[in-house]
């Protein structure tokens, strides 16, 4: 039942939302986790404001290991938590720099083992960069997720666990997309447009309120 609800609503949301971009401008695997650190707790047009400064000063992970933190501080601090997300983006930029010679890795277990990266950033990076099958799970994702009664889970982990075992794998990065876009655009976190919904037919959610 639950493959058959996901087949039906991939294929709905396939239709509504053609084209499911990263919001978060990139042209690199690095740029992707900087964007993807400061984007926590944060907007992503705020994100891409601040971005363009921060990669032309430092457009590689050796230059923003070198950098002072007051430097990164300056640059990030419209995005919040500037203090944390510096330190975070400075001891990631070292770590790669000095285990992989400024390289990404490209697999879930050496990414997560990196300073200021966890499973969420890992498979943005895998799906969207790597072009490899992830559930990247965000707030948009968790909350539509629940709603539409696709798990029971609340710890983001667990959550993409289920959905792993509920999506095709050539589908999930995609998948993820749509469901992101979808939460973006109708099923809003307070005041959801269930009344316009695509996808509505298959949602408990509108009933349940």
């Known amino acids: 039942m639950a493959s058959s609800k996901i087949s039906k609503i991939f294929d709905i949301l396939s239709r509504v939302y053609r084209e499911t971009p990263p919001l978060l401008k990139y042209s690199n695997p690095y740029e992707m986790i900087v964007s993807t650190i400061l984007a926590a707790q944060c907007t992503d047009e705020r994100v891409n404001q601040v971005t363009p400064e921060l990669f032309r000063k430092f457009p590689e992970p050796e230059k923003l290991s070198q950098a002072g933190l007051e430097e990164i501080e300056q640059i990030i601090r419209p995005t919040g938590f500037f203090h944390n997300k510096a330190k975070s983006l400075k001891n990631f930029a070292t770590a790669i720099t000095e285990e992989y010679k400024g390289r990404i890795p ?90 316009n919904c695509e996808i509505r037919s298959l949602c408990p959610f509108p009933d349940e309120k």
């Open 106 to 195: 490209s697999d879930m277990d050496s990414l997560v083992k990196l300073p200021g990266i966890g499973r969420k950033t890992a498979n943005v990076v895998l799906g969207v960069c790597f072009d490899q099958p992830a559930i990247i799970v965000d707030t948009h994702f968790k909350r539509v997720t629940a709603r539409l009664g696709l798990t029971t889970e609340t710890n983001p982990d667990k959550i993409e666990m289920d959905l792993k075992k509920a999506v095709p794998e050539k589908q999930q990065t995609r998948f993820s997309g749509l469901v992101n876009y979808h939460g973006r655009y109708r099923c809003h976190a307070r005041k959801p447009d269930c009344e």
